[in-house]
């Protein structure tokens, strides 16, 4: 007989923005045969009367069990439903023990900037242009110095979780993923998804830590945590007016001491850039801990 899974006929629950669909599963007195049909059957997504809700878990608990006669087996199961949140735990199906779930965005952010990369154009209107030195919205000031009015560019980002199944005995250290949040990577990392193979690797400072989620222990033993970071490039050959071969860490911050020198073609005083330092905002260390690689 095969296992099968129905809606129930009574007992859905429905709020503002969650919501649970009550389930009957038949067919099968193993609890993982029942909860992965259910998984199967339960729509990822419900509609709402604005926008929808995701699936962010799915339970069942047993109602009749007769390991002899499996057909005679009854579950009654539990899809529960919330509005889509990128820190909800809505993985699409029960994960296995030591397995690692990797999802996130790489949605661009926006920063505002006062240097462009290079300047590719200059026009004036009977005399030369004259050189900005890279400086975006160049205005004298009544007290004889310059404003710099800069401008917002796009800028790249990756934010992602890595959900990973802890076993028995194999349990993170709490206090060594709370020393961990708020730290850099003092190591290569690479950490690659159990189902779809999907690798994220980052060079030495390229990841912060934001810290974990963790839930209750499974009935097999496992304990779930959802890890979150951040990634940001490494970058070197930097250039800052006339100052090159510059490189920073991904997390660290770089910035220029400029002085403000008289140009004649601008008829301004000008600032020049005269050093640029790279300063490190994050403790680092090792990632190790968190047994994700």
């Known amino acids: 007989m095969s296992i099968s899974v129905r809606r129930a006929a009574s007992g859905d629950i429905h709020g503002l923005n969650t919501a649970e669909q009550m389930w009957v599963i038949t067919g099968t007195a193993d609890e993982n045969e029942a909860l992965e049909a259910l998984c199967d059957d339960a729509p990822m997504t419900i509609p709402k009367l604005t926008g929808y809700l995701v699936r962010k878990d799915v339970q069942v608990e047993a109602v009749f069990i007769d390991p002899a006669r499996p057909e005679r087996c009854s579950w009654r ?9 990128v820190t909800s735990w809505h993985f699409s199906t029960r994960k296995t023990l030591g397995s690692k779930s990797i999802r996130g965005s790489t949605r661009a952010g926006t920063m505002h900037v006062k240097r462009s990369l290079s300047t590719v ?15 975006i919205g160049l205005k004298p000031t009544s007290e004889g110095g310059v404003d710099i009015e ?3 560019m796009v800028t790249r980002g ?5 959900l990973a199944v802890y076993a028995t005995g194999s349990y993170p250290s709490l206090g060594a993923i709370y020393a961990l949040s708020g730290c850099t990577n003092s190591g290569p990392v690479t950490i690659t998804d159990s189902e779809t193979g999907l690798t994220i690797s980052a060079a030495i400072g390229e990841l912060l830590y934001h810290g974990g989620d963790f839930g209750d222990k499974r ?9 979150h970071f951040s ?6 050959g930097l250039i800052i007016g006339d100052i090159t071969g510059i490189a920073k860490k991904g997390w660290e911050y770089l910035w220029a001491r400029h002085r403000e020198e008289p140009n004649e073609t ?10 640029a330092y790279v300063e490190r905002m994050y403790p680092s260390a090792s990632f190790a801990p968190l047994g994700l690689t």
């Not at 154009?121 to 400086?135: L, M, Q, R, V």
């Not at 990756?158 to 890595?162: E, L, T, Y």
């Not at 990634?231 to 070197?236: V, Y």
């Open 266 to 275: 601008l008829g301004l005083l000008a600032p020049k850039a005269v050093a």
């Open 150 to 152: 800069g401008a917002d």
């Open 77 to 85: 199961g539990r899809a529960i439903y919330q509005s889509p949140d």
């Open 158 to 162: 990756c934010d992602f979780q890595v």
């Open 231 to 236: 990634m940001s490039p490494n970058a070197t």
């Open 121 to 135: 154009g200059a026009y004036g209107t009977g005399a030369t242009a004259g050189d900005n030195d890279g400086f």
């Open 219 to 227: 009935d097999d033993g496992g304990l779930e945590w959802l890890h």
